[in-house]
């Protein structure tokens, strides 16, 4: 995202917060959040992993109805000392991860309309709060988001946003996780997705393969329909060590002189968990 447009624009704050302004959503919006919690909660049990559908429990999310933010803010605050806080859409990298480094998470207030159960553009409401926040409620998991956070804002410094987006993206929005028991979901834009809470776990097309950090920083991914390819980590510790303890200069200054990745190549180093058929990209581009 361009860093120009860094001026927060009217009636939201400097940190481009708004308020929730929780009284004014309608019957019909409380309605659509619990038809789409009413589809996932079906799906997730034994596909997501446990540290998510507890966090549902710990905060409370089972309750009927949008969540109010001040309500969960103050459950957050209680276990692991984040605050999530409303605004309009995307806002700019820089104002996001300074969010983060200070554990405020960023949520769109809106929620999405009946023709846009399946697909959306900007993150509404229900991704952002059932997708995100649960996890929030696990302290290894919480400290990796600030940590990412403080990252973001390195890397601001450094000119190397799009690698750290990378992470970002096959971490927190599409990250898969290895139990004892088979592979688990974990990441936000799946969890918070019908679709691709059984694609990215049982259709043979997209590619699961262990985690490496540069080699997903190198990767490309796909804004346009459902992953090439996830990655899968051994633990929230495993992730939160990483970030927390790499120097991640001399990694974006060896990234420079390296292609990127195609998002469907599996290299010869890859530890492949499933090697996809890549049936489901094929086919949507033969149409
Ligand atoms: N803004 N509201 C919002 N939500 C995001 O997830 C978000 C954003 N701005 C920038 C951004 N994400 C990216 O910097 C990260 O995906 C890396
Ligand atoms: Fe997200």
Do not use: C
């Not at 789409?36 to 909660?41: G, H, V, Y």
């Not at 999310?61 to 803010?73: Q, R």
């Not at 969890?191 to 694609?199: D, M, N, P, Y």
């Not at 043979?204 to 899968?232: A, E």
């Amino acid at each position: 995202m361009a860093q120009t447009d860094i001026i927060a624009p009217q009636g939201t704050a400097a940190d481009w917060t708004i308020a929730q302004d929780w009284a004014s959503y309608t019957t019909q919006d409380h309605a659509m959040w619990d038809r789409l919690f009413a589809r996932q909660t079906q799906m997730l049990p034994g596909r997501a992993v446990p540290e998510f559908l507890e966090g549902l429990d710990i905060l409370r999310m089972t309750k009927p109805g949008i969540p109010d933010f001040a309500e969960l803010s103050d459950r957050l605050m209680q276990r692991t000392g984040w605050q999530v806080i409303a605004v309009p859409g995307l806002v700019p990298d820089k104002v996001f991860f300074d969010h983060l480094a200070n554990r405020r998470f960023v949520a769109g207030r809106f929620i999405r309309q009946p023709d846009q159960m399946d697909y959306l553009q900007e993150p509404d409401v229900f991704h952002d709060v059932f997708g995100h926040v649960p996890l929030l409620a696990n302290p290894v998991f919480a400290d990796y988001m600030q940590a990412y956070g403080q990252g973001g804002l390195r890397a601001d410094a450094l000119g190397s946003i799009e690698q750290l987006a990378r992470l970002y993206w096959y971490t927190v929005e599409f990250g898969l996780i290895r139990q004892d028991d088979g592979l688990k979901l974990y990441g936000a834009g799946i969890v918070s997705s019908h679709g691709e809470s059984e694609f990215a776990l049982d259709d043979p097309s997209p590619n699961r393969l262990g985690f490496d950090l540069q080699r997903l920083m190198r990767t490309r991914y796909r804004i346009d329909d459902y992953q090439q390819s996830y990655f899968v980590i051994d633990s929230f510790e495993q992730l939160l060590r990483m970030t927390a303890e790499t120097d991640f200069a001399p990694l974006y200054a060896q990234l420079e002189g390296l292609p990127d990745i195609e998002t469907d190549t599996i290299l010869p180093t890859d530890r492949v968990f499933h090697r996809g058929t890549q049936d489901h990209a094929t086919r949507k581009k033969e149409e």
